[in-house]
Every structure is written in structure tokens, then in C-alpha cells.
């Protein structure tokens, strides 16, 4: 799923036009903690889906949408080029609906939701932190937690009840960034970043008593790749 681009465009478009502000180089012992709004955009791409081993179709598949939440980082500045950086949030949502001619042609939208939070450690690299404008990049390693899955509305009506499970991934990450200095230790961030998350997702049929006569125990399976990108907009306070 794409995400919109206006947010960074509107924080490019204010850091071209700020002139005149006085530079504040980042020095070891900095710390910065920035808020704003995160946008975590999954590419959605994945295996087939099988039921009981059996494919429901080569083109059969899952995707996965966009959700908007709180983001936080946390920044240690090491020295006045490299930093360590800590990625928080509040639990994105998403809905993970049906592809390809089984699922769509059995009238199934939604398969599962779940929530997920991606805390993420990077090393940054700032190319000229004594500037106002503040470009970096970085690399880090990123661990998702998948919590509070259920069964979409759209396949439990034909399926029963389900048991959803989504394994938690391990993948690296990798951003381009920059923070713009206003002036009294106030940032003006924005970033753009590439989440390597990938999950099995296993739904269990918990009764046979289902339209599509599965049998209690029939596993539900298929492997996403999630790789989100994710676009985020803050405001940051040096201390």
C-alpha cells in the first residue's frame, strides 16, 4: 500500500524556506527526543495461501494496509556526528484482506487484524551537524511484536471462529532524515524509512461446523513480507 508524501513535502518545503537560523552543533551527551506523526506503509507482498496443505490458488494472497499513529524517537549523540536512535510508537492496526481469484471470488475481504509495535535501534550518522539544517542517514535492527490478532469479519463468516497467529520478526532497517534547527533547542524532523518485517501467519479453524466444511484443526497459512516503508514528521528537543 502506498503512503502520501504531503507531510514530508510540507516539512521540505519549511526547511527551504527558513533562513536566518542560528545553529546549534549536536555535541557528545546530546539527547533528543522527538514526537509527531508516523506513518507505517507495508508493501504487502506474499506466499500462497494454503489450507490443510492444499493451495487456494496460485495467485491467492494476503495484503496489508496503512495506519497512522504516534511515533517517538530517542537520540544519544555519541560525539557531533554519530548518535544512537531509539524508534517508539503506539500500536499501529492493521487489516490484512484477501487476494487473488479464491479469496476474492468467495466474496472474502478481510482474513485478520492485528496490531503491532516495531521498536527499532539504529546508528546515525549526521552530515553536517553544525548547520541548522541537519541531513542524516541510518542503520539499525528492528524487532516487531505482533499482539491482539483476530480473525477478519469477512473470512470468520465462512470459516468459524479462528485462531490467528503472526510470528514476530527480527529485520534491519535503514532511513534518510533531517532536523532542522528553530532556534531554543527545537527540532523540526521528518524521515523516511525501510522496515525489513516479515511474519508467518497461521489461522486455525476451531470448529467444523463452517460453511466451507473445513475440518476443526485446518490450519489457515502463508508468509508475508510486510516491508513497510515508514514516513514520520516530528518535533525534537535537544536537552
Given at each position: 500500500?502506498?503512503?502520501?508524501?504531503?507531510?514530508?513535502?510540507?516539512?521540505?518545503?519549511?526547511?527551504?524556506?527558513?533562513?536566518?537560523?542560528?545553529?546549534?552543533?549536536?555535541e557528545?551527551?546530546?539527547?533528543?527526543?522527538?514526537?509527531?506523526?508516523?506513518?507505517?506503509?507495508?508493501?504487502?507482498?506474499?506466499?500462497?495461501?494454503y489450507?490443510?496443505?492444499?493451495?487456494?490458488?496460485?495467485?491467492?494472497?494476503?495484503?496489508?494496509?496503512?495506519?497512522t499513529?504516534?511515533?517517538?524517537?530517542?537520540?544519544?549523540?555519541?560525539?557531533?556526528a554519530?548518535?544512537?536512535?531509539?524508534?517508539a510508537a503506539?500500536?499501529?492496526?492493521?487489516?490484512?484482506?484477501?487476494?487473488g481469484?479464491?479469496?476474492n471470488?468467495?466474496?472474502?475481504?478481510?482474513?485478520?487484524?492485528?496490531?503491532?509495535?516495531?521498536?527499532?535501534?539504529?546508528?546515525?550518522?549526521?552530515?553536517?551537524?553544525?548547520?541548522?539544517?541537519?541531513?542524516?542517514?541510518?542503520?539499525g535492527?528492528?524487532?516487531?511484536?505482533?499482539?491482539?490478532?483476530?480473525?477478519?469479519?469477512?473470512?470468520?463468516?465462512?470459516?468459524?471462529?479462528?485462531?490467528?497467529?503472526?510470528?514476530?520478526?527480527?529485520?534491519?532497517?535503514?532511513?534518510?532524515?533531517?532536523?532542522?534547527?528553530?532556534?531554543?533547542?527545537?527540532?523540526?524532523?521528518?524521515?523516511?524509512?525501510?522496515?525489513?518485517?516479515?511474519?508467518?501467519?497461521t489461522?486455525?479453524?476451531?470448529?467444523?461446523?463452517?460453511?466451507?466444511?473445513?475440518?476443526?484443526?485446518?490450519?489457515?497459512?502463508?508468509?508475508?513480507?510486510?516491508?513497510?516503508?515508514?514516513?514520520?514528521?516530528?518535533?525534537?528537543?535537544?536537552?
Amino acid at each position: 500500500m502506498k503512503a502520501t508524501l504531503k507531510p514530508l513535502t510540507l516539512a521540505a518545503a519549511i526547511a527551504a524556506c527558513v533562513v536566518g537560523t542560528q545553529a546549534h552543533a549536536y555535541e557528545a551527551g546530546d539527547f533528543i527526543v522527538r514526537a509527531g506523526v508516523t506513518t507505517v506503509a507495508p508493501d504487502g507482498d506474499s506466499t500462497q495461501v494454503y489450507a490443510g496443505g492444499n493451495s487456494l490458488g496460485a495467485d491467492s494472497g494476503v495484503d496489508v494496509d496503512n495506519d497512522t499513529q504516534l511515533g517517538l524517537t530517542f537520540t544519544y549523540m555519541l560525539d557531533k556526528a554519530w548518535g544512537v536512535e531509539v524508534l517508539a510508537a503506539t500500536p499501529f492496526s492493521h487489516d490484512a484482506s484477501g487476494e487473488g481469484s479464491f479469496l476474492n471470488g468467495a466474496g472474502i475481504g478481510s482474513v485478520a487484524d492485528t496490531k503491532q509495535l516495531p521498536p527499532t535501534v539504529s546508528a546515525v550518522y549526521y552530515f553536517n551537524s553544525d548547520s541548522a539544517f541537519k541531513p542524516y542517514v541510518g542503520l539499525g535492527l528492528n524487532y516487531t511484536i505482533f499482539f491482539d490478532e483476530e480473525g477478519g469479519s469477512n473470512l470468520e463468516a465462512v470459516t468459524g471462529d479462528l485462531d490467528v497467529d503472526l510470528d514476530d520478526s527480527w529485520g534491519l532497517a535503514a532511513q534518510v532524515g533531517f532536523d532542522l534547527d528553530l532556534g531554543d533547542n527545537l527540532l523540526l524532523n521528518a524521515s523516511v524509512r525501510y522496515i525489513d518485517i516479515d511474519t508467518e501467519a497461521t489461522l486455525t479453524v476451531k470448529n467444523s461446523d463452517n460453511a466451507l466444511s473445513l475440518p476443526a484443526g485446518t490450519r489457515i497459512t502463508t508468509d508475508v513480507d510486510i516491508d513497510p516503508m515508514v514516513y514520520s514528521v516530528m518535533i525534537g528537543y535537544k536537552f
